[in-house]
């Protein structure tokens, strides 16, 4: 230190500083109006910062008189927590047989450490297969908290039966909806996979569903839909369960994220865009396509835009793709089952592709050659069907449907949807909406309309309601109860009520 250095000023208290070494004591010096904080750290002094000296508010002060510092030469109280195994230390210039004992020892300490908590903490043990290259690497710090904060509405769904272990399967993710007839009961949508066969059947009305807290609940099915591959459930309530806004519309081309749980009901992600794919699967024409597969083991899950609404719900379909069944189409048929008790599905009997997703040579192929540049290709007609029957054939466009032509094909499904709620809300004793066709023959290049009766496939639900059936007979002396419709959730917290 040089002469001209002002002599420290030592102040020492009784503890040292949160966070600061346990072998430092402060010292102040002051020079030129500036105050100077030196640390006193293995017997040299080391300048940290320097700052200007000011007045300190009262505030400032209090909280300067509440610092604690301590002597390095008061004893350190040593912990009584274990230490974790470590490695014995390589003797350098050490023989063959000292560096194969050496060899020996280090592979026990891996084997001892790598199952003790205290070496090996779980809080820091990588997981493998969970973190996809999405969620690691794509995924911003914004998007990964508004995934977070939805991990509490998806659960996991098992069926009641087990497996050869005796353990249930949990092969299913289900996504909690909003309250159900009370606020002590909650609805899960999932996949009707869960509850019927490939043909549609019902195998179990009971299911098991794993909330992710870890707590397992008993769930009731309260209707499905094989066609939408839908189906609700109800359990009871007691933790808060955020119920997720289906409000999403994604544009084509924009990223979306894929949510889903696995069998040990770990959250996983990946994400991709919705394509511009233009394919039927199943004679399903609503589907839209994101270009991901669904996280491993996984058939089932939920797509969330970038503000963290519901897009649609993805399922395994066995391509390099995922198939999304739109948000809005979702909410039409969920809130047609609450306000009917059934879903008047349309039956057409098409199988079609819109014309403005094709590929470019092909639209102007089209274009130039018959001067069409929207509607919907027909791609299947089903046999002996209303359609097939009134002239409608494979390889036809259909220019329009009640004048509209401009539509998607997740968009026509809606609109038909539509047709088939005024059927239900209505009660129109005719069974069929006619529907006006504007329809091109490419082989003759001639446009004609035709009419084609459109009728409804309802499906009631599996628990009886308190709403009456739509195909239910009342007698004139009996009151039923008026039900008022029950909208899809805009995004809350759904809490069980405290009793």
């Not at 001067?371 to 791609?379: A, E, K, Q, T």
Request: aromatic share 8%; net charge neutral; with cysteine.
């Amino acid at each position: 230190m040089d002469r001209d250095t002002p002599v420290p000023r030592r102040r020492r208290t009784g503890s040292r500083h949160a966070g600061e070494p346990s072998s430092a004591v402060a010292v102040e010096t002051t020079n030129g109006g500036k105050t100077t904080w030196l640390w006193e750290a293995g017997g040299r002094l080391v300048e940290t910062r320097s700052v200007t000296a000011e007045q300190t508010s009262a505030i400032n002060t209090e909280e300067a008189e509440d610092e604690e510092w301590t002597d390095d030469a008061l004893p350190l109280i040593a912990s009584s927590r274990p230490l974790p195994h470590r490695c014995p230390m390589y003797p350098r210039g050490g023989s063959r047989e000292e560096i194969a004992e050496w060899h020996r020892a280090t592979r026990v300490a891996y084997e001892k450490a790598a199952n003790d908590p205290v070496s090996n903490p779980p809080i820091l043990r990588e997981t493998k297969g969970r973190e996809t290259p999405s969620s690691s690497e794509v995924i911003s710090t914004r998007q990964r908290e508004v995934l977070f904060r939805l991990s509490s509405s998806i659960v996991s769904i098992s069926s009641t039966r087990v497996g050869d272990d005796g353990v249930p399967v949990w092969e299913f993710t289900g996504i909690v909806i909003g309250p159900s007839e009370s606020d002590e009961h909650a609805r899960i949508l999932t996949s009707s996979d869960t509850v019927c066969d490939y043909d549609g059947k019902l195998l179990d009305r009971k299911l098991l569903v794993r909330l992710p807290n870890k707590a397992i609940k008993d769930g009731e099915i309260l209707f499905f839909d094989p066609y939408y591959g839908i189906a609700v459930l109800e359990i009871s309530v007691d933790m808060p369960l955020r119920c997720p806004s289906f409000v999403s519309s994604p544009e084509y081309g924009d990223k979306v994220f894929v949510l889903a749980r696995d069998e040990d009901s770990s959250l996983l992600t990946t994400s991709g865009r919705v394509m511009c794919h233009n394919e039927t699967y199943v004679h399903r024409n609503y589907y839209l396509y994101v270009s991901c597969v669904l996280p491993e083991a996984s058939t089932f899950g939920l797509v969330i835009d970038r503000d963290g609404d519901v897009a649609g719900l993805a399922f395994f379909v066995g391509w390099s793709k995922t198939a999304v069944l739109p948000s809005f189409i979702i909410r039409t048929l969920v809130e047609m089952e609450r306000n009917f008790s059934c879903i008047a599905r349309p039956e057409h009997g098409l199988c079609l592709r819109a014309v403005q997703f094709l590929d470019m040579h092909k639209r102007e192929e089209i274009l130039y050659q018959h001067n069409i540049d929207s509607g919907y290709i027909v791609d299947e007609v089903a046999i002996n069907s209303t359609a097939e029957i009134i002239g409608i054939r494979r390889g036809d466009v259909i220019v329009s449907v009640n004048g509209v032509c401009s539509q998607t094909m997740p968009e026509l499904e809606e609109y038909l949807l539509s047709l088939g709620w005024k059927f239900l809300e209505r009660k129109i004793k005719s069974s069929k909406i006619v529907l006006k066709l504007k329809v091109y023959d490419p082989l003759k290049c001639q446009e004609y309309t035709l009419s084609l009766p459109l009728g409804f496939s309802c499906l009631t639900a599996v628990k009886e309601r308190v709403k009456v059936q739509v195909t239910e007979k009342t007698s004139p002396g009996i009151k039923r109860k008026k039900t008022t419709p029950v909208p899809m959730p805009s995004g809350r917290v759904l809490r069980p009520r405290k009793k």
